[in-house]
């Protein structure tokens, strides 16, 4: 395909690199099957220990030299990355689609995501600010800087392979810090593709080698970086499971992490909602990316006085929806990853209709025609009630669970109600509803949500969540200060040395 020698990863045979250089290694060979026609696109060869410790080391030097470079400057480099994914927007959105299977639309709106942090960050870049503040003493003055922490280790997940470690390595780059980055054993091309593009701007501006790592390998490889002292902070993306361990083995260290882990997600449907507007927010909430987003809409609170109108309305429009090859823009939705998350669809789905659940729209498996991959399911509704087991859990897959309730109370009650803590939304036309959900007594999750679905952040904002979502933030607002380290300094310009408190110590 056209898009794979534009990005230069077809065949590549190679999986660490420190810029422009790819590292000798003798790890596993990771093979990356596209979940679109179950095609062998190419295979990686993972990190070894040996590779590993000499690209940490790479990058260690390479922070020493970039940390110096003025930020605007640094900054003015990430503008450049922007305007190389502008000029590769096209192949590398068809890239994410093939490989990870979301749609095309989805796929070119990840590298505009990416495009999007790189501009966040240039700004940023020019306004890195610390505070002044008055001191007791006088003839003193005080004030605080923010320095760059060094090494930092990026591990993504397969969901979304470019975008949130773009949200890292643009911020983590104007900050002074340099990146280590692991990509998802199931999207490895990616992370090649990535690193081609940056490599040459790069190499345009004189960048250390060694700024930019790319370190593929599966869970053995998340392991050395989380273990490493050499990395101050690791950011980790994927399971709740994988994040009580990195935060676990990075904390023994007391080092830094940032987790972005599962999601529950709820929107509450009031009675006085735009149930149009409702519909539109939960199926793609419900079916983006076939469900595989940390966002998307696992459950749907609504109001028993429209219950039955907007589940007859759910499952009209279910009918429409088109599932195929995602390069086709005509579809909705693509694929799931792989047939390890297509038994898991399943099996949920068997557990649900165990514990008396009720299907009004049907899962199940697509084959035959174009479904060759064996990796294309049905998205599915089934109706619960919020005591059942399987609501509390998430299934990475299009199966959406639709529940009653009788007061907005109760509501907030069933979505607060699960151990994660990522997106909510709630829609309704009722202000004193929308206030009362923005609140501190309404959703306890990291993003509350009003007239619009729990999934497609804006960069903007701080995105991450609380509970077993981990309590990370990445991407805009002040997300910067996590790749960075405070210093108070406080500067003497008398010709005396007052202690602080008033302390006398006399000589």
């Not at 534009?6 to 810029?19: A, C, I, R, W, Y």
Request: hydrophobic share 40%; with cysteine; aromatic share 8%.
């Amino acid at each position: 395909m056209d898009f794979l020698t534009t990005l230069k990863v077809k065949h590549h045979n190679q999986g660490v690199s420190t810029g422009s250089q790819w590292l000798q290694s003798l790890g596993e060979t990771i093979q990356s099957y596209s979940p679109v026609d179950g095609k062998l696109i190419a295979s990686v060869t993972a990190a070894d220990k040996i590779a590993y410790n000499t690209l940490i080391v790479q990058a260690g030097e390479a922070f020493k030299e970039w940390r110096m470079w003025p930020s605007p400057k640094r900054g003015d480099v990430v503008r450049q990355i922007g305007d190389a994914l502008r000029k590769h927007k096209e192949p590398l959105g068809k890239l994410v689609s093939y490989e990870m299977g979301k749609s095309l639309q989805e796929g070119y709106g990840e590298v505009q995501e990416m495009i999007d942090i790189c501009d966040f960050a240039v700004g940023l870049s020019r306004q890195l600010h610390g505070l002044t503040m008055h001191s007791e003493r006088p003839g003193h003055r005080m004030y605080e800087q923010w320095h760059p922490l060094g090494v930092i280790g990026i591990i993504s997940a397969f969901n979304f392979p470019v975008a949130v470690w773009s949200w890292n390595a643009m911020l983590g780059w104007v900050c002074g810090d340099v990146c280590v980055w692991k990509p998802s054993e199931k999207t490895p091309l990616c992370g090649i593709a990535c690193q081609n593009i940056i490599a040459e701007v790069f190499e345009k501006n004189r960048v250390p080698e060694g700024v930019s790592c790319l370190v593929q390998g599966g869970r053995e490889v998340g392991e050395w970086l989380a273990n490493d002292a050499r990395i101050p902070l690791v950011s980790a993306t994927g399971s709740t499971k994988m994040g009580k361990a990195v935060g676990s083995a990075v904390g023994a260290r007391l080092g830094r992490y940032l987790l972005e882990l599962g999601g529950n997600n709820a929107i509450i449907i009031s009675k006085d909602a735009d149930l149009d507007m409702a519909l539109v927010g939960s199926a793609f909430g419900a079916v983006g990316t076939a469900g595989q987003r940390c966002t998307s809409t696992r459950r749907l609170i609504v109001h028993d006085s429209v219950y039955e109108e907007f589940k007859n309305k759910l499952v009209s429009a279910y009918k429409q929806l088109r599932i195929g090859n995602p390069l086709d823009e005509a579809n909705h939705a693509g694929p799931l990853i792989d047939k390890e998350a297509v038994n898991l669809y399943l099996s949920s789905i068997k557990q649900c209709k165990q514990q008396g659940g009720n299907f009004i729209v049907e899962g199940g498996l697509l084959e035959g025609g174009d479904y060759i991959s064996g990796c294309y399911v049905k998205p599915c509704v089934a109706e619960v009630t919020k005591d059942m087991e399987i609501v509390q859990h998430e299934t990475f897959a299009p199966i959406l669970y639709l529940m009653k309730y009788a007061d907005f109370d109760e509501a907030i009650a069933i979505q607060n109600g699960v151990p994660q803590g990522l997106s909510s939304s709630v829609m309704t036309l009722n202000l004193r509803e929308a206030e009362q959900f923005l609140s501190s007594a309404g959703s306890d999750c990291g993003i509350a949500n009003v007239n619009i679905g729990t999934s497609g952040a804006e960069i903007g904002g701080a995105f991450g969540g609380e509970k077993e979502t981990g309590g990370g933030r990445e991407s805009g607002s002040d997300a910067w200060r996590i790749y960075m380290r405070r210093q108070t300094n406080t500067i003497n310009y008398s010709t005396k040395l007052p202690l602080a408190q008033g302390i006398k110590f006399d000589l």
